[in-house]
Structures are given as C-alpha cells and as structure tokens.
Nanobody, 120 residues
Framework: VQLQASGGGLVQTGGSLTLSCAASGRTLSTYFMGWFRQAPGKEREFVAAISGISGRTYYAGSVKGRFTISRDNVKNTVYLQMNSLKPEDTAVYYC??????????????WGQGTQVTVSS
C-alpha cells in the first residue's frame, strides 16, 4: 500500500484545512486509517482514526470537536477536516493504514507527511 498525503499549508488561527490521504496498491476498505502528527522536537502523536468496516471514529482529546476524519472507500481516500485551528496544531501530519487505533506500532503503512502551519 502506498499512501500519499496532501492538503497541508499555512493558515491563520481559527482557519480550516482539509487533508487528504490517497492510497494505491491495495484497497483501504478493511484497514483502520489513522492520522498522526509530529511537531519539531516532539514524538509523533495520535490525532484521529477511522475503522474500515463500521466507520467508527476515534479522536485525540486535543482535537475532538474540531477535527473530523472520514473515508471514501470508492476513491480509496481518507480525509481529515480541521476546523478552528490553533498554533499548537502546527506539525507534520501523517496518514497511516493498519490494524489498530492509537499506537504508531499498529500501523503498517505510512504516508510521507504534509506540513500544517497555523500562525497566531
């Protein structure tokens, strides 16, 4: 599975961005799909995930109510809609495919990352 993340950019505090993660090589429909982020000097952290079968969603407390993860299994693409962005959301965002939810260790495939910068 190859994952290609896109949609990052520079946005002001309170703004919105939508990240996309397009997959090739295999259908994503049976995988958990996750978004993680890594800020400079910090560990990669869980942001959101969506299950493959039921579409159940999971969020980190810091983004719950502001971010929405969704998937289009026909387009083999996962999205992360980010609203009410804050400077602390600044990071490189990675999409991943795997068998679990919160830990980076349960994801087998990773995209290359897309930079999100929120200016204050």
């Amino acid at each position: 599975v190859q994952l290609q993340a896109s949609g990052g950019g520079l946005v002001q505090t309170g703004g919105s961005l939508t990240l996309s993660c397009a997959a090739s090589g295999r259908t994503l429909s049976t995988y958990f799909m996750g978004w993680f982020r890594q800020a400079p000097g910090k560990e990669r952290e869980f942001v959101a995930a969506i299950s493959g079968i039921s579409g159940r969603t999971y969020y980190a407390g810091s983004v719950k109510g502001r971010f929405t993860i969704s998937r289009d299994n026909v387009k083999n693409t996962v999205y992360l809609q980010m609203n009410s962005l804050k400077p602390e959301d600044t990071a490189v965002y990675y999409c991943a495919a795997g068998d679990g939810i919160y830990s980076t260790r349960v994801y087998d495939y990773w995209g290359q990352g897309t930079q999100v910068t929120v200016s204050s």
